[in-house]
Each structure stands twice: as C-alpha cells, then as structure tokens.
C-alpha cells in the first residue's frame, strides 16, 4: 500500500515537472471570463477570439481561461490564480474586474493586464473598449424605420455611460426618422440571465413595443420577439438562428485581432499600457449583415455604416439636447468628446425614462 | 434474496463520526470515473483539486479566506438547527449585516474618523443580523408561521435593500453609476494579517467563533438545553426548559454570526459594498453545518474543505482545463453522499432471506 502510494506521488511529481518544462518556452496567455464560454453572447465572442489567438499564434502561446467568474470578492483570486499559474498577459473581459484587476496588477508589475470598458489603467494596466454607439447609431435608423408602434423596447444591463451612451445614439438616429419616436427602457441589472431577460422582453412587448434591442448578453430576448412575432436586434454575437424572420442585424464584437496585436506586442517585448477605443474603423466590432427588412432600409442602414466609418457621420454630433431641454456643452468642437462619452450619465431628450439614481 | 434498509435500535455514533468520511470517499471515487469520461488524467486532476491547493501558503491563505464566512454563518446555524429552529435565511441576515456595517463606513468616509470605526461597524452589523434573524423567530413563536419560509424569503428583501442602497444613496460618485460604494477609508477595512497576502482578521475571529460555540455546547447548560430541545422535546418540557424562548435566543445568534460575516467580507477582500458580495455563502453554509455534523470543530473542518473545493477546482480549470460544471458537480455529489450516507445512521443495510423473515415475524 504503501509502495503504491509512493509511486503515485512519484508519477505526480513527474507528470508535473513536464508540463512545467514544455510550456516553459510558450508564453502563457489568461483569460476571465463573465459568463460560460457558451452563453452565446459576450463571453462567447471573447473566446471565439481567445481561439483565433490560438488559430494564429498557437505554437507561440498557451491560453486559459476561467469562466463565470462573478464581479464579486472572488474576482481578485481569480485572477491572482492566473498570474500565479505563469500567465503573463491577462485579459479580464468585464468591467466589474476593474478594481481587482488593478489590485492584482499593482501586486505583480511583471504581468501585464488587459481589462476591457473599463477606465482604469496602470503602467502594466492597459484598458480596450469599442465604440459600440456607432452600432446603435445604425440601429436607431433601423428601429425608427421597422417599427410600426413607433415604441422600441431596450433591454438595459445597468445604467454605465457604455449603457447610456448607446440608449442615446439610438434615440438621437431615431429621432432623425420619426420625431416622435418612444422608448421604453427596463433594467435587468445584469449582463447575463436568460430568464430576466425574457421576462424584459415579454413585458416591453406588452407595453407596446414592436423592436426589441438588448445591452444584454443572452439570446433570451430575440426568442421572445421572435415568438411574438416581433423585430429585435442581436447583441454581441450573431443571433440569426434565434430569429430567423426576426433579427433586423446584431453588434457583433470582434476581439480577434486585438487580442493577436497585443500578444504579438508582449511577444516582440513591445506591449504597452495604452488605451484602445475602436470604432467600426478599426474592426473592434462590426455590423451583422442587415436582414428582414426592405431594400431601402437596408441601404439606409448601409449608408449609414459607410459614412460613420469614412468618419463623415458622428453619433454623438452637436448640437445634443439633454432630458431637461437644455443643450448639451459640446466639449468636442462640433460634437461630444471621448470623455463625454465615456462618462455619459444623462438622457437626451425625448427619452421619457429617469436614469437610475438621477 | 433482498437487500432491506432496517432501522437501528439506537443511533450509531461510529457511523455519525465515519459517514463524512464515507461520503467523501464515494464523491472522490465518482469524481475519478467522471474525470475518465472525460478524458482526463483522475490522479493528476484530484491532485489539482486537493493536494496543490496545500502545497503553497498562497493557496492556504485564500482557503482561509474563502472559509471564514463560510464557518461563521454555519456555526450560527448548527446552533439553530440542534435546537430544531430552522433558519434557512442565513444569507439574508449576512446582507443585511453588510449594509448595516457599511452604512457607518459610508457615513464617515472621507473624515478622518478615528479607530473605532471597524469595531462600531462589527457590533452594528451583529446587531442588524440578529435583529433581522428575530423577525421569522418572533413570528414563528407569536404566529405559529414557518420560519423556513419567512426566514428564506427574507433573502430576497435583504437583496434588494442592498440593491436599492448601492445604485440610489449610497453610490459612489465617482463610479460612472456602477453600482457599488466608493472604496472604504482604511479605518473602516479589516487589517490583513500576512502583508502582501489577502488573509484578514476575520479568520482569527472564526476561530474564537468556532472555540466559543464548542465551549457552549460541552460546557454550558445553556448548550445543553439547546440540544435536549432539539433532540427530546417532550424531555425538554418536563425539564422546564423553554423551547420558545430558545428559538429566539438561537436565531439571534445565528443572525449575529452571519450578519458580522457579512461586514467582515465587504470590510475585508471586497473592500466596498456591492451587488453580489455573496456567491450564496448563507446557502452554501447550510451545507457545511450538516457536513460538520452540527459540531464546531466538524463545522470547522467542513468549512475549510468546502473552500478546498472551490480553490481546488479554480486551479484544476487551470491546469487542467476542467470545466468549473464539474466543480459544481462535485459539490453537489458530496452533499447528496452525505445525505446518503447520514441514512446509517439510524438505518442499516441488511440481507434478507424471505424465509427468515417469516421467522422475525414470530416475535
């Protein structure tokens, strides 16, 4: 018995020391995510990307990921269990991983962070983020033009200036079609739960509304509107296989690239911290093909797409009239700059809702 | 030939000290064939699950960590369920000792406030926990009405009172309408005992816990009534002990621990008040008091092996790409093993020979 024991713990000891000497060479690569890797949403596009990071430099790296990792005490030992393991470079792909994160990082100056919407940095902190808004932008024309009730229903995760910003550059292109254009908005005050999510979208139907768009992670909702026989927007990843005759296009997050331009930088000893915020330009998201709708709305739509990325249309473009009717300060010349926007925390007007906590 | 369940004469007290072990034996057992199903090394994995988590003072710390509300809140509860009051709201009172505490935290932050902060915001928030934990004990000794339900459905109003409070009043300013508190001041955070490290003051104080109920239950009469009111009721009254007043006196200790677990844990590795500052610790505490037998030192043990669990199955994600399912799985075998197991106690398997059985019927 215990001869047996011995070898066992023999035959550990040198399991371990060979997976220590092969991935010795490779760069170890960590993710956090939010969700499971399956929720079809957010945390799905992130691994898709982790494996075309794998796809392209996989004979360079090792990855691992942690995945539903809440926003709460456990995050910090999470990621602290990465770094310990050997991983260099680490995405954390939430914003509620802000503040452990950057105790984490300051702890360890010799990893290097990667924290996605968050405002944070630190010399080993770098933050990247999308200009989603864009999307939204689009998608306003869209609504404006699809629905019928001229009520759009707006499934929120919580009221961030991410959130925020892109209830407004919806409001702002729908305005632009229909004047009267309303909005009803619920809080799920999640990012991910298919059962809240439904029941959001189940209640904005009743109250009216004919095209359902989400700030929140599951298919839940394009199900629902896709039973109702309603229209609805994807969110995050491509959602067309829940609602075929339903979905109008989806914000599609597309980490692929950034996520191989920073580990080639680490690779090439060139990483630093920095600020990434792409737009559609830059391809750090992109515009699921525009379906279930007429000729017309589609080029709108497309139009649309061009000039925002030709850098010709700006969202967030002045003058912006806040819920209380007064302006907005136009801090950009003739639009709102980056620090408007990432701090947004008011409405625009015709929106009738209250911001949380406002 | 029939294999029959067939009740004990009397309790079997080698069997109450040996089915945890038994039931551990058989999840680890289970676990090894899982692992094969799914293609992985079973010894490489169970040592990713149980062994390196000891191997380093890192890991030793975050399973002291990750135990210490985990122990507070079920001794509090062994109390209460040995005295057959049932408290199943365990993580309400925890919340509502968190908000309370916190609310001194927030309310002095920024002033200077001396050092008697941290210990105004423990006693506040043991006294919120317990005052919260009266409610379902007064209306189940008042009304009659069933603690387990009033006791549970008060989780959720603690939930959403935490909720309101960190997206309305309490918001930090500066937080872009996250819905959290600003950082505490450091007079109002638990201090770390290891520097560098993440292990805290609350450990030492689970300790006096642990040390406090066991020397309660073995050495007070106090400790006795509790268990002969659980254990004998009709006992109990002709020994004119109050069954009532017991209830209420448990519940406001149990409420107490959970709730001073709850600041603990937002004073200490949270460092502010959020949504979600607990991943069912009130829940999964029931847990480690029936695990533990309802005794402190069990409670103990139990504890600090539920949080090996939960770091061993973060590392063997890892190192061993093991889906965190599986961890899950393996939590809720082991409680439904122990729940197997614990049916030993008082039953024990036998085979039976139907002429035998005609036999027994004689006498």
Known sequence: MRKSLLALATGLLLAGSVSAASAADKLKVGFIYLGPIGDLGWTYQHDLARQALVKELGDKIETTYLENVPEGPDAERSIEQLVRAGNKLIFTTSFGYMDPTLKVAKKYPNVHFEHATGYKRNPNMSTYSAKWFQGRYIQGLIAAKMSKSGVLGYIGSFPIPEVVSGINATMLAAQTINPNIKVKIIWANTWFDPGKEADAAKALIDQGADVIMQHTDSPAAMQIASERGKLAFGQDSEMIKFGPKT?????????????????????????????????????????????????????????????????????????????????????????LDDGQILGMNFYVKGIDDKLPGK | MQLVLEKRAERSNTIALVSPLIAIGLTIVTMVIL????????????????????????????????????????????????????????????????????????????????????????????????????????????????????????????DLLLDYLVRGPWRDPNGFNF???????????????????????????????????????????????????????RAARFGGFNANQLIILTFAVS??????????????????????????????????????????????????????????????????????????????????????????????????????QVARGTH
């Not at chain 2, 001794?75 to 057959?84: E, F, K, M, V």
């Not at chain 2, 029936?290 to 600090?304: E, K, S, T, V, W």
Request: aromatic share 10%; hydrophobic share 50%; proline share 5%.
């Open chain 1, 247 to 335: 979905q109008l296009t989806s914000i599609l997050d597309t980490w692929g690239p950034y996520y191989i331009e920073r580990v080639k930088a680490e690779l090439a000893g060139t990483w630093k911290s920095e600020d990434s915020w792409g737009g559609l330009d830059s391809h750090m998201f992109a515009m699921a093909p525009y379906t279930n709708m007429p000729d017309d709305v589609k080029k709108l739509a497309e139009d649309a797409q061009a000039a925002i990325i030709a850098g010709k249309l700006n969202p967030f473009k002045c003058p912006i009239v806040g819920q209380d009717g007064k302006p907005v300060e136009c801090k950009g010349g003739d639009h």
């Open chain 2, 35 to 158: 692992f094969a199903i799914l293609g992985k090394n079973p010894l490489l994995a169970l040592h990713a699950y149980f062994i390196a988590p000891l191997t380093d003072s890192y890991s030793l710390q975050e399973i002291a960590v990750k135990a210490t509300p985990l122990v507070m809140i079920a001794i509090g509860l062994s109390l209460c369920y040995l005295a057959n009051a049932w408290n199943i709201g365990a993580e309400g009172q925890f919340l509502v000792g968190a908000v309370a505490g916190s609310w001194i935290a927030v309310k002095t932050q920024g002033t200077d406030a001396g050092a008697w902060v941290l210990p105004a915001m423990f006693v506040l928030a043991a006294a919120a926990g317990a005052l919260y934990a009266l409610i379902p004990a007064i209306c189940k000794v008042k009304f009659g009405a069933s603690e387990i339900l009033t006791s549970l459905m008060l989780v959720y109003v603690a």
């Open chain 2, 179 to 233: 819905p959290t508190t600003a950082e505490f001041d450091s007079v109002a955070t638990v201090p770390l005992l290891i520097e560098g490290g993440r292990l805290h003051l609350g450990s030492i104080i689970a300790l006096l816990v642990v040390a406090a109920a066991a020397i309660l239950l073995g050495r007070t009469i106090k400790g006795f009534e509790i268990r002969v009111v659980g254990a004998a009721p």
């Open chain 2, 255 to 356: 409420g107490a621990l959970a709730g001073l677990a709850g600041i603990i844990e937002v004073a200490g590795p949270v460092g502010h008040l959020q949504p979600g500052i607990s991943p069912g610790y009130g829940f999964t505490a029931i847990i480690v008091a029936f695990l533990g037998r309802l005794n402190p030192l069990g409670i103990l043990i139990a504890g600090l092996f539920l949080a090996l669990t939960f770091i061993g199955g973060e590392q063997a994600q890892i190192a061993m790409k093991i889906p965190l399912d599986v961890t899950k799985v393996f939590q809720g075998m082991l409680l439904f093993y122990v729940l197997a197991c614990d049916s030993l106690i008082l039953y024990r398997f036998k085979l039976s020979f139907p002429n035998r």
